[in-house]
């Protein structure tokens, strides 16, 4: 199935985190911009999980977006900025059959 500009209708911050130094010279860990995109989003699963007594739901959707420069550079170390919540990227593929049009972007985050 095509996709057709009109779905690309919600915009994500893609980030990468950046180690940057503080005034005792020790390392810190900072996120950057490397742009914004428009995307499509579908909820593939919802979940709950219990982790040292305590329950926690998370989210997980695809995101995709158009094949840019930026976009195929993109790793599972990278994270998205999407309606004020943080999203792990949990991996990343060609969404097109191989035609290099769109990359599909799996990511997590926590629903509380």
Known sequence: MAITAQ???HRITIQRATVVYDEFNSPVETWSDLA??????????D???VAAG??????????TVRST???R???????LNYDGAIWNIHGLKEADEG???FIEITAIRDAD
Not at 54 to 63: E, P
Not at 74 to 79: A, E, F, V
């Open 36 to 45: 914004t995109v428009w995307a499509r989003r579908r909820d593939v699963s």
């Open 73 to 79: 550079d993109m790793k599972p170390t990278d994270r």
């Open 47 to 49: 979940g709950e999980k």
């Open 54 to 63: 305590q329950v926690g739901a998370t989210l997980m959707s695809r995101f």
């Open 69 to 71: 420069t930026t976009t």
């Open 7 to 9: 779905e690309l209708d």
């Open 99 to 101: 035609r290099n049009r």
